[in-house]
């Protein structure tokens, strides 16, 4: 689905006007059929004309269901589909399936390293075009937060949130969108389906072709619930 939904965006012009181009010669066909099938006199010839009017009225019924189905497909099935169908690596939302606790191998890996400091996380943005502004980095975060920034490439196509605990490089995907958005909310993270430890959260931004920017990436910290 990926690889169809990034071909039909790159190449959505050039699939319209191949398909208008083809139907100006069924359209063409099918006149040229009826003419020769209304002028014929002779009862063989007018059979001949009528079948060869018959298989253009054909053809031009397939150009149109072609044309109606690229329509709809591009239009309104795509759009409608949601973000995760676009996004190739497994999804995990937080917000929907509980995913457990992390492995004893992440809990340690966070157990025996130190804090870094937030600046060490701070790669990969670029204002105005990807930007995470709100958790800022280093904060310490509980329950439901909402993730605030920016998403404006060229040519954008899609874009998601990652986590993975500090250091561990096992990143799961807790959000995915598909719409340019300036300075507002992007997400949003359930905290309370993590451990709490340090963690490392990184907006990824891809164009229309699939092709991925490198992340921007924080740090945070995620608490127990505040009572």
Do not use: H
Request: hydrophobic content about 45%; some cysteine; overall charge negative.
């Amino acid at each position: 689905m990926v690889a169809v939904y990034n071909f039909l965006s790159a190449y959505e012009v050039l699939i319209y006007l191949v398909i208008i181009l083809g139907g100006v010669f069924f359209w063409r066909w099918l006149w040229r059929t009826w003419k020769d099938w209304d002028g014929a006199v002779f009862g063989l010839e007018r059979d001949i004309s009528r079948k060869r009017f018959a298989r253009s009225i054909g053809a031009n019924a397939f150009w149109l269901a072609l044309l109606l189905g690229t329509f709809i497909f591009i239009s309104f099935i795509i759009p409608s589909m949601p973000p995760s169908t676009f996004i190739a690596t497994p999804t995990v939302d937080l917000l929907v399936t509980p995913t457990g606790t992390i492995s004893a191998e992440m809990a340690a890996t966070l157990e025996a390293r130190p804090s870094p400091q937030a600046e060490d996380y701070s790669d990969g943005c670029i204002p105005d075009k990807l930007t995470v502004t709100s958790p800022i980095p280093g904060e310490s975060l509980s329950g439901i937060v909402e993730l605030v920034g920016t998403v404006d490439i060229p040519r954008f196509g899609f874009y998601k949130f990652e986590v993975s605990p500090v250091g561990a490089e096992k990143w799961s995907t807790i959000y995915a969108g598909r719409e340019v958005i300036q300075d507002d909310i992007l997400g949003r993270i359930d905290t309370s389906e993590l451990v709490p430890g340090d963690y490392s959260l990184r907006l990824v931004a891809a164009d229309n072709t699939g092709k991925s920017l490198p992340a921007c990436v924080i740090q945070i910290r995620v608490i127990g619930q505040e009572e």
